[in-house]
Nanobody
């Protein structure tokens, strides 16, 4: 079983930056598309970004496009999310997940999940 663990969350001010990291243990995730999702209180989990196996194809939600960058290092079994120009609406728990099947933008299509890391806007 693939195990994922996120780190790098915290408190940020408007326009600040954070870099989230996801490390895999057990079986490597290098053969799967990886995604970052987030969930705010009272809201459904939504995709933030995803990246193909080779890293050649990336996808970003419109809300983060131009501000966030997803990357992966298959040799180290890690996937990162660089978040710049953070906004209040970015406040959420961020999850790393491994794709299984189905709609690539739907959280239920991903079968392995990290525990989540909190990102909170400081106002």
């Amino acid at each position: 079983q693939v195990q994922l663990g996120e780190s790098g969350g915290g408190w940020v001010q408007a326009g600040g930056s954070l870099r989230l990291s996801c490390a895999a243990s057990g079986r490597t995730f290098s053969s799967k598309t990886m995604g970052w999702f987030r969930q705010a209180p009272g809201k459904e989990r939504e995709i933030v970004a995803r990246i193909s196996v080779s890293g050649a194809v990336t996808y970003y939600a419109d809300s983060v496009k131009g501000r966030f960058t997803i990357s992966r290092d298959n040799n180290k079994n890690t996937v990162n999310l660089q978040m710049n120009s953070l906004k209040p609406e970015d406040t959420a728990v961020y999850y790393c997940a491994s794709y299984s099947s189905g709609n690539l933008n739907y959280w239920r299509s991903y079968n392995y999940w990290g525990q989540g890391t909190q990102v909170t806007f400081s106002s």
